[in-house]
């Protein structure tokens, strides 16, 4: 590796640097200038023995996409939450299942946001990732019988689809097979009886 690229990665990295610096400061709770710079002398140092690959992105931010994004977001964590409370209370134990949901696009982007909004989300967890086949392995807490499984795979689907329409440039959401006109369906969750 030349010079001129270890200068140029530094240089792209100067946002990581500030906030590994902030993160630092934050972490001592001491705003000072011998802090500030050791935090910086830190980040340095960190960026440049354990540099991060960069992610290849072409995608562009749509607020409206972000919008939606967060509120159904929202929605499914408060409704996702009392369902699990109930099924805390019940006297059977839920029927968990792990389930395998491919995803349509093969960014790594994509596949990380979406993993992390649907791990966020009470009753379901990522268990394992594929960035190759773009899979995700998901444990559902409770599945039900065949159409609960396909009801969480839709979920995840549907999740993914969000995050596109958030992120994703209209390329990449014409190569994963989304009409770019159509907007996403929200997910449901319904209360068990």
Request: proline share 5%.
């Amino acid at each position: 590796m030349s010079l001129h690229t270890r200068r140029r990665r530094i240089a792209v990295q100067w946002p990581t640097l500030a906030w590994l610096t902030v993160v630092w400061v934050l972490l001592w709770g001491d705003l000072t200038v011998a802090n500030v710079l050791a935090g910086l002398a830190i980040a340095l140092v960190v960026s440049i023995a354990l540099p991060l690959p960069p992610v290849a992105a072409e995608g562009r931010l749509r607020p409206l996409g972000i919008l939606r994004l967060f509120a159904v977001f929202a929605k499914d964590v408060v409704v996702a939450s009392v369902v699990v409370s109930i099924q805390a209370f019940r006297r059977r134990p839920p029927r968990s299942a792990v389930i395998r949901v491919r995803l349509r696009s093969s960014s790594d982007l994509y596949l990380t946001l979406t993993a992390e909004f649907c791990s966020l989300v009470p009753g379901s967890l990522v268990v394992e990732a594929h960035r190759l086949t773009s899979t995700l392995y998901m444990h559902v807490l409770d599945a039900g019988g065949a159409d609960g499984i396909e009801d969480a795979r839709r979920r995840v689907l549907d999740q993914e689809e969000r995050v596109m329409r958030a992120f994703a440039s209209d390329r990449e959401i014409e190569a994963a097979g989304l009409d770019r006109s159509r907007q996403p369906v929200e997910s449901s969750h319904e209360v068990p009886a």
